[in-house]
């Protein structure tokens, strides 16, 4: 095969938006002759040109609805001493000299300082709940981060981020975490392939909050977890038919019959999953499975 | 809001466009978005998800078990980096990028899940399906390389070769320089022919002299 390490990238460009005239054709198509990898770059991009499926409304419905819980909430900017602020702390300082020979200079020192430490203690933290399961993240971690600045440079500065949430003050009564929050929890150590973690708070979920919303989704989710995470296909079918029994027309129907199949195909119950894939295609003939459903159902 | 996207030249010789002023639709819902309006949020997501669909089908392919999870990682992951967003591409192509990003990843991680498995089972590798079209062959071809790929140059050939994206588009998008990019995709097309020289099946669908 001959080697041709010069690849005309623009004509390509060109070519894929229909632009090319008949001399740069010809200079392509010459070029594309000799080399396999632009053949196979013009080949591919319309190999892949069709990728959408019917039924991918509702499948990205559903994706966004899961990608929702799981958002974390949009990262205000670090509030830190600024310039305004520092400029009120100057100003009570001057208020604090002007006030020093009418009052006497311990009465102005106190006035300086208030408003000095009040600024060191904002902002008040957010009530943080810490949830007993998760593991302890390191105390402090250093760093560097990218913050936006209002004109068009970017500032690189270094900052301590505070990964552990401060201790619960002993007076004030421990909360139970709501269901949001444990499955946002339990999400975060799946993703991070914590999973024997994330499978106990997802079990937690099921048993603080058992008539929530969280709960009844969580049951495919901890599921899929099972199966692919864990290789508990025992454990992800129970949890498969958890959820399925909780009533018709469900969001995550689709997934539960799916993720039922599998969970008997991997104990080896082959008739069970003949019927579990054959249920699937009844229910939902536009499945993303079909083919694999059909074959299986064979 | 308007940002600034490529007016593509009509000299195809000339990829340097100078940039136009154009209104992107979605950037007034990702302003809204990263203001912590959740319902912004949500009808974000939803209008970039066919984007993310196709991202995630074109590098894990559409039966992989995966396909969905990546799908989700990539939208929670987009969600994540709306603060980040500066207007220097379009939310189409930002999106994209984050989702070519993840894909990847999850393919990758998938892949060495699956291979400790066998290892732990002492299963040998499956082998090879029966290629079926040449459409086929060439795309799994192509994901194949991605799992071996360095980031950038994976993430690069994802957006040009799945997504179609221009050399500029990619530029744009990855917030690379354009030579930075013409040098991704020289590299992950060395790649490439190296694995179409090793494989004869993959050179047979592409018709090339020799």
Redesign the interface.
Known sequence: ???V?V?P???L??A??G??DDA?RARLAQH??????????V???????V???PG?EA???R??E???G??????ARPTRKTAAGAGRTILYAVAASLLLGAFGGAAAAMFAMWPARVAEEEPAPEPTVTLPEEEPPPARRARRR?V?APVEEEIVEEEIVEEAPEPEPEARPARIPSAEELLAAANRAR?DHRYPQAVRLYRRLQTAHPRSREAALSHVTLG?LLL?GT?DPRGALREFERYLAQGRHRVLDE?ARVGRA?ALMRLGRREEERRAWRELLAHHPDT??A??ANSRAQ | MTLRLLA?G?A??S?HPGPVEVTDPLARLLSE????D?VA??RL??AL??Q???VA??VLG??H?????A???S??AI??A???F?GECSVKHFACRIAARKCVAVRRRAKA?DER?RELASIPPPPPAAPTT??RI??E??RALLETLPEEQAETLVL?????F???EVAEATDAPINTV?SR??LS??A??RR??EDPA??E??????
Do not use: N, Y
């Open positions: 095969m001959t080697r390490d690849h990238e623009d004509l460009d060109a894929h938006r632009e090319l740069q594309t002759a000799h080399c396999a990898a632009c053949a196979a770059e080949a591919l991009i319309d190999d892949f040109d990728l959408d499926q991918d499948l990205i419905d994706l966004v899961g990608a929702i799981q958002a974390p909430p949009v990262e990218v936006e993703r899929r692919d290789h997934e599998l993303l499975h083919e694999r | 593509l009509s195809p010789e990829r978005a990263a203001s912590g959740r949020l949500s997501l939803r998800g066919p993310v669909l196709r089908r074109g559409s039966s078990p995966e396909v969905e999870d799908a989700q990682e939208l929670v969600a994540g709306i603060g980040s500066r899940r498995r040449p459409a060439r795309r071809a192509l040009r070769v799945v997504m179609g221009s050399l500029a013409r995709v020289r097309k060395e490439l022919r179409i020289e993959l050179a669908t592409l018709e090339v002299g020799t």
